[in-house]
T-cell receptor, first 116, second 114 residues
Framework: EAGVAQSPRYKIIEKRQSVAFWCNPISGHATLYWYQQILGQGPKLLIQFQNNGVVDDSQLPKDRFSAERLKGVDSTLKIQPAKLEDSAVYLC??????????????FGPGTRLLVL | AQSVTQPDIHITVSEGASLELRCNYSYGATPYLFWYVQSPGQGLQLLLKYFSGDTLVQGIKGFEAEFKRSQSSFNLRKPSVHWSDAAEYFCAVTSGAGSYQLTFGKGTKLSVIP
């Protein structure tokens, strides 16, 4: 079974530029998460989707970050304009919608962003 | 709100030695606990998880973890470390019913000396 796919793997931009990340979850996984992992820290949830609806975006800095999952499959996370402190690895994860709390989240390889 | 503490930022062990990585959690209800491993440039891979039953959980790659409710701990162990185990290890706990979000600790980086 194919895993969670993310692209690009690496991105270098200057501050105030915009950037977008793409995620394709495991087939059949209706729940999708975006996490931000700053160097030296654990991943922090940014946004959670169930199909094409937002379940929780309380930790998403909405003045500069946006995310969508229009058809309930692929998702895009955008930053506009980027700040130096946005330098991090952006991880996408997916899971089956049922199964309770023990259901595993599967993670993609991440996109490493460097803002100069 | 739930939280996870991993007291050790960096641990170095010799190949063949035993390993224990510490994890303490704070959660109001019965916790569901996970250990993930992250190799350089890679995403997170699940090692094992606990949600009920036997408090000693077996995982992949020879890892095990023990849930101790009285100590609010979920420590990860391996009897004999291999050089390929060098990576960063994250403990996580789920949130309440419905959203099943993971709250992670800050991670422990493991270095293995040949």
């Amino acid at each position: 079974e194919a895993g969670v796919a993310q692209s690009p793997r690496y991105k270098i931009i200057e501050k105030r530029q915009s950037v977008a990340f793409w995620c394709n979850p495991i087939s059949g996984h209706a729940t999708l998460y975006w996490y931000q992992q700053i160097l030296g820290q654990g991943p922090k949830l940014l946004i959670q989707f169930q199909n094409n609806g937002v379940v929780d975006d309380s930790q998403l800095p909405k003045d500069r970050f946006s995310a969508e999952r229009l058809k309930g499959v692929d998702s895009t996370l955008k930053i506009q304009p980027a700040k130096l402190e946005d330098s991090a690895v952006y991880l996408c994860a997916s899971r089956l919608p049922g199964g309770g709390r023990q259901e595993t989240q599967y993670f993609g390889p991440g996109t490493r962003l460097l803002v100069l | 709100a739930q939280s996870v503490t991993q007291p050790d930022i960096h641990i170095t062990v010799s190949e063949g030695a035993s390993l224990e990585l510490r994890c303490n959690y704070s959660y109001g209800a019965t916790p569901y606990l996970f250990w993930y491993v992250q190799s350089p440039g890679q995403g997170l891979q699940l090692l094992l998880k606990y949600f009920s039953g036997d408090t000693l959980v077996q995982g992949i790659k020879g890892f095990e973890a023990e849930f101790k409710r009285s100590q609010s701990s979920f420590n990860l162990r391996k009897p004999s470390v291999h050089w390929s185990d060098a990576a960063e290890y994250f403990c996580a706990v789920t949130s309440g019913a419905g959203s099943y979000q993971l709250t992670f600790g800050k991670g422990t980086k493991l270095s293995v000396i040949p």
